[in-house]
């Protein structure tokens, strides 16, 4: 009996561990369900009360949540720290945009360069085929769909780095990335030609990413992260102006 105990022990401690690895290297996703549990026994070639202790570590550590009678699901990771008071301020404050840009700028340039150098052909159909939705999107004239492309394509950048802590951390802050691209493009977009030069952006970070070249990679990143902040500048010294002009011409709210 002893010995059947430490082997049940040791095979959910293998499913727990392998589970485990598939959160960490960003196969399961947050909020992702998981298979139920007769499906999930056999795929992983364990029995149901092997599992349901396997599972059961993962409850307990925070990695899986119960969603009523639906089964488990992968729990919102990082949402903790990305919900902090102090980075919701952050986030809401209109002068701090560059600095945001700019840890971008650093982050995703490294990111870029180690894609070039580390991306297999599974990270690269998935670039090439998030590049033909950008295109889709653009042929379409579809703001919508080029944003959520766009943001789509800064994530598959931080896989194929193949750096796991660099990925779950840029995907704790998928909400804001997300958030910001659809912004800025929104705002971007009534500079002339932004369309334009943004998608060809994105095929040069790509196109030398896909040849393997992370040198240009780099660069390129910079250059695209360089020309939205370049642009948001404008932007906001343009805003500016016709603000003062605004209140010039209505007395500032204050005269009859």
């Not at 119960?66 to 209109?94: C, H, K, M, S, W």
């Not at 800064?154 to 660099?166: C, D, K, M, P, R």
């Not at 952006?201 to 992370?214: C, L, Y």
């Amino acid at each position: 009996m002893s010995g059947t105990t430490i082997k049940s022990t040791k095979a959910a401690e293998s499913v727990a561990r392998h589970i485990e690895t598939l959160i960490i290297e960003g196969t399961l996703r947050s909020g992702e369900a998981l298979l139920p549990e007769r499906e999930l026994a056999k795929r992983l070639n364990v029995s149901r009360p092997t599992l349901r202790d396997g599972l059961k570590t993962l409850q307990d550590r925070g990695l899986l949540r119960q969603e009523g009678n639906r089964g488990l699901r992968v729990a919102a990771l990082g949402a903790g720290a990305i919900t902090d008071p102090l980075l919701e301020l952050l986030a809401g404050r209109e002068e701090l945009a560059d600095d945001y840009l700019e840890f971008r700028d650093i982050v995703e340039c490294q990111a870029a360069a180690l894609a070039a150098e580390r991306a297999n052909e599974v990270d690269l159909r998935r670039i090439r085929a998030c590049l033909e939705r950008i295109d889709r999107a653009y042929a379409a004239a579809d703001p919508d769909e080029e944003a959520e492309a766009d943001a789509e394509l800064h994530q598959l950048i931080y896989e194929a780095s193949h750096n796991l802590v660099l990925l779950q951390i840029m995907r704790a802050l998928s909400g804001g990335l997300r958030r910001d691209v659809i912004q800025n493009r929104g705002r971007m977009f009534t500079l002339p030609h932004t369309r334009d030069r943004l998608r060809e952006q994105h095929h040069a970070i790509a196109a030398a990413i896909i040849a393997g070249k992370q040198d240009a990679a780099q660069v390129a990143a910079h250059q695209h992260l360089g020309y939205v902040r370049e642009s948001l500048h404008r932007l906001r010294d343009s805003e500016a102006k016709l603000a003062v002009s605004n209140r010039r011409d209505t007395g500032g709210g204050l005269t009859g």
